[in-house]
């Protein structure tokens, strides 16, 4: 097991950890990480690592292990690995991750902004969209990214909490894709509540406040197919 240290506070850019596993494939597993691995439309978190006298080792990604508690980094082609047992020092490459955290809670908004089921969703550092089911429509871009940089200037609170796969079954409407679906069977299900305007589950990483997102702009809406829409975003130049 992997503990998320990202989930409580996805703010930490460092850590201390040891080596629990080598995978087949030349990934490290660590007993603790503040690298968040793939999924849910969020890219796996980069960075550096280092250990002893060695030379730091580039962490190209991080993705999900064998078992839903296992993360593992995945060093750059070549890289000389450290020995299970190795305590280390991992470091985010934190100007992409920060983007990533203020890119989804902005997808976060615009699902809020148009409260359609979403189909397929993809965060960037730079430009991130999601997918729409919204039959014969027009969406005005201009409008859209007006209503996005309100809520974004409000500055309002983002937290977290936990409700059991019960309550949320129970509240089938705070489930807004239909592709993906949350994972349940752990118990427990985290929720991430924008203040007043979204509630929702989600394992990603996120700003403390909508102000911290900064203004974007749509880059463009696509249609992909009889009733789905793409919304594409990136922070205004």
Request: hydrophobic share 35%; charged share 25%.
């Amino acid at each position: 097991m992997t503990e998320p240290l990202f989930r409580d506070d996805a703010y930490l850019k460092s850590c201390d950890a040891t080596v629990v596993a080598v995978t087949d494939k030349g990934g490290v597993v660590l007993d603790r990480t503040v690298f968040y691995p793939n999924g849910g439309g969020q890219p796996g978190d980069s960075g550096t690592m280092r250990w002893a006298d060695n030379p730091p080792v580039s962490i190209a990604t991080t993705v999900k292990g064998a078992t839903p508690d296992e993360i593992v980094h995945v060093p750059a082609e070549g890289s000389t690995l450290p020995a299970v047992g190795t305590a280390v020092t991992i470091e985010l490459d934190w100007d992409r991750r920060h983007a990533h955290m203020r890119m989804h809670t902005c997808l976060h908004l615009l699902s809020a902004v148009l409260s359609h089921p979403v189909t397929g969703g993809q965060v960037g550092a730079e430009k991130s969209r999601l997918d729409f089911d919204i039959p014969e429509a027009t969406l005005d871009k201009e409008e859209i990214a007006a209503t996005l940089n309100d809520l974004i200037a409000r500055d309002a609170p983002v937290g977290m909490r936990w409700i059991t796969d019960d309550e949320l079954a129970a509240q089938p409407d705070l489930v807004r894709t239909m592709s993906v679906k949350p994972p349940t069977g752990a118990g427990h299900v985290r929720l991430i509540e924008v203040d007043g305007m979204d509630l929702q589950p989600c394992g990603g990483t996120h700003v403390a406040r909508t102000g911290e997102i900064g203004r974007v702009e749509v880059r463009k809406i696509e249609k992909k197919g009889r009733q789905n829409r793409r919304v594409s975003i990136q922070f205004a130049s």
